[in-house]
């Protein structure tokens, strides 16, 4: 009998250890994570309904515009949130498989350089900012009414919390690569405009964009003279 009692005792006192060392769960990243693992699942069927993946992204993008720190990585969507006080920004780049071992070939990484003057048009001070990130490889979304093929379905977009820049001095620097032959005549970067009406997901627009091409990429950079905003700037290279 004591022996039974003592096991009795270690196993509850394993038991309350492991119980304590659970971590906590903040139910507002599981609430973003199934928001993000929904979306994914919608890109992987079809592309019957932009409304709907439209409308869906814009409530992620809610989402993470109220989240201080999560990076999500699945097969067709990545996530960074970089939190930082506005007078301590030094400029960031940001690249689709930073944090993606074993995924795509290195030269089809993508990027956004955000130069240090990003935040000189922001007033207020001793203020945390938030800059979002997100990437996503399909065809399914943002789709104009003309049906703009895209190059290797690739599109970035990023967006500050705290509202929208403009006249910076150096420009956000977007990078997209490939394996194909492409220059001004038949590539070049856009940005996406939502649609003014419920009838229309919106359409691509050169305003802004400068493209510059290079042997393999498409462009390296491709030089935004606008800079992210809010609630989100999107760009990609149509053919």
């Known amino acids: 009998m004591p022996t039974l009692l003592l096991i009795t ?23 973003v994570a199934n928001n993000m693992e929904t979306l994914e699942t919608e890109l992987h069927q079809d592309c019957g309904s932009a409304h709907h993946v439209t409308e869906m992204l814009h409530l992620l993008e809610e989402k993470l515009a109220h989240r201080e720190k999560y990076n999500f990585t699945g097969d067709m969507i990545e996530t960074y949130i970089f939190s930082f006080m506005t007078e301590d920004f030094g400029g960031l780049n940001l690249s689709s498989n930073d944090t993606k071992p074993g995924g795509r070939d290195k030269k089809f990484k993508h990027s956004m350089n955000f130069p240090a003057d990003l935040m000189e048009g922001v007033q207020a001070q ?31 977009g990023a967006f500050l919390q705290s509202g929208e820049v403009v006249g910076l001095s150096h420009p956000v620097e977007i990078q997209f690569w490939h394996d194909m032959v492409l220059d001004d005549t038949n590539a070049t970067c856009v940005f996406w405009q939502p649609g003014a009406s419920a009838d229309s997901t919106g359409s691509w627009s050169r305003a ?23 609630p989100s700037c999107w760009t990609q290279m149509p053919l």
């Not at 005792?9 to 599981?30: F, G, N, R, T």
């Not at 049906?147 to 290797?152: D, F, I, K, Q, T």
Request: aromatic share 4%; net charge negative; glycine share 4%.
């Open 9 to 31: 005792l270690v196993l509850c006192l394993a038991a309350s250890v492991l119980h304590a060392q659970a971590p906590e769960v903040d139910p507002s990243d599981v609430e």
């Open 126 to 156: 001793g203020v945390e900012q938030r800059l979002v990130y997100i990437y996503i490889h399909s065809p399914c979304i943002f789709q104009d009414a003309h049906n703009s093929s895209v190059l290797n379905d690739d599109v970035q």
């Open 208 to 230: 802004g964009c400068k493209t510059t091409h290079r042997e393999g990429t498409a462009p390296s950079p491709a030089t935004a003279t606008t800079s992210p905003t809010s």
